[in-house]
């Protein structure tokens, strides 16, 4: 082992989470910090970066603007240093393609002394005032050890395969998250079915449809859902994901906060309305040259197993509503089945018993992001997370519009001072009263 280096925070993954928190530290602090990723570099989702799709937010959701319109890390600016600007601004929308905030999150990251890709956190112990960090780098090919008073664990989500669905060829069935890695090879099959629902779902459909005019591929849509059904984009309902609601939903008890979440399923799920409009232009628009369809879309319909039958692959299936069970077989299957919070081992070993949870599988976290300990609940050495938070946090954990507001709690608790301005009072919308009705 190398290196006994002290930091100010560790940040544990490198995903736009930590990648805004590096850039907003640099830019007003004189923190001492570093961010490691096993990654090579920075990539963003690169098996769904599919093209001619946006993200689902504004630019204005980049890494620093809500802190700071002037950071030299902003969209705009990126734009500008590569001569972008009038293109954008020519291109007359709110949101950018996903492939160059890809591009942008990169650019960014290249900017960042702080951020060691190749590089594999192993193990984090509290050593009593600090954290012990141990490190795989792999492009040293050594083991290296730091020391940080704050860590901020940032190792974002993993494709959540089902039961009965694993340990199958990956070019035959394969999540979302690994769609363009085998498209080529998906392409060539005589049918090809998409199990499950959401975003990730109708962009797969919405690109294999495209494709189909070149191929002889039977194309299938299955998902449990009560039908497909886009996501609640009102301006009103979008104030939900405002840090004004996180506020309040965090105050909620931990059922209550369950219960809000079921309730506001609408906000999270649902699909962009303009990915929904350009799938039923492309359905009608093959319905008119050719009656006969090459498509299948069934909501209510549960997919429980599926099994690698020598020919093809058969699908175990329920529609949920009529409780009738049949098979389903298809050359080809894309899970669009979600993803879950990806929690190292080590996190487990070292603090699964040290911690307060609020269920087997949900740490207490306090609105400023730090895990709750048993013993010394005010320690002056915090743990942060940006990870695993719907349950503490609300619908927008998962949402890139927040992450900057995230990012500010953390550092002004870690300078125990603002540093950047929390702004509340910004939406229209209250989700309570106060004591003189108002």
């Known amino acids: 082992m190398s290196k006994h280096e002290r930091f100010d925070c560790i940040g544990i993954g490198i995903g736009p989470y930590n990648l805004s928190l590096a850039a907003l530290m640099e830019e007003r602090t004189d923190l001492k910090v570093k961010f490691f990723d096993q990654t090579p570099e920075f990539q963003w989702h690169p098996g769904m970066l599919i093209n001619l799709t946006d993200l689902q937010v504004p630019f204005i959701a980049d890494l620093v603007t809500f802190a700071n319109p002037q950071s030299r890390y902003s969209y705009l600016n990126y734009l500008h240093t590569h001569n972008r600007l009038y293109k954008f601004f020519f291109f007359q929308k709110f949101e950018m393609p996903r492939q160059e905030y890809n591009e942008y999150a990169r650019w960014v990251s290249g900017q960042l002394s702080s951020c060691q890709f190749h590089s594999e956190v192993i193990g984090v112990t509290d050593v009593g005032d600090c954290y012990k960090v141990v490190v795989d780098n792999r492009l040293e090919d050594e083991r290296e050890v730091y020391y940080a ?10 494709p959540l395969i089902l ?41 797969v459909f919405f690109d294999l449809l495209k494709e189909q005019e070149n191929h002889s591929y039977q194309l299938s849509w299955l998902t449990r859902s009560e039908g497909i059904l886009q996501l609640e984009s009102s301006k009103l309902g979008q104030e939900f994901f405002a840090p004004d609601y996180v506020d309040y939903f965090h105050g909620l008890s931990y059922e209550k906060r369950m219960d809000a979440l079921k309730t506001l399923d609408q906000l999270r799920n649902g699909i962009d309305p303009d990915t929904l409009n350009n799938i039923y232009n492309i359905l009608y628009n093959h319905s008119v040259r050719d009656q006969s369809t090459r498509t299948t879309i069934q909501p209510l319909t549960e997919v429980n197993e599926v099994r690698d039958e020598g020919d093809g692959y058969v699908l175990s299936c329920r529609q949920w509503q009529e409780n009738r069970e049949f098979t389903y077989q298809s050359d080809k299957v894309i899970l669009a089945t979600g993803y879950k919070p990806n929690i190292p081992e080590w996190f487990f070993e070292e603090f699964e018993d040290k911690i307060l949870w609020e269920d087997d599988k949900k740490f207490k976290v306090s609105r400023n992001y730090q895990l709750q300990f048993k013993e010394k609940p005010d320690r002056e050495h915090h743990f942060y997370t940006v990870t695993n938070l719907e349950h503490s946090h609300g619908a927008g954990a998962t949402n890139l519009g927040l992450a900057v507001d995230r990012n500010i709690h953390i550092i002004n608790d870690i300078m125990g001072k603002e540093v950047y301005e929390v702004q509340r009072n910004t939406i229209f919308s209250q989700f309570t009263m106060g004591n003189d009705g108002f």
Do not use: C, R
């Not at 008073?149 to 993993?158: A, D, L, P, Q, Y």
């Open 163 to 203: 039961e009965g669905m694993e340990g199958l060829p990956d070019e035959d069935v394969h999540h979302t998250s690994k769609y363009l890695f085998h498209k080529k090879t998906t392409m060539e099959g005589a049918s090809i079915t998409i199990v499950g629902s959401g975003q990730s779902a109708a962009e």
């Open 149 to 158: 008073k704050h860590i901020v664990m940032g190792t974002g989500s993993k």
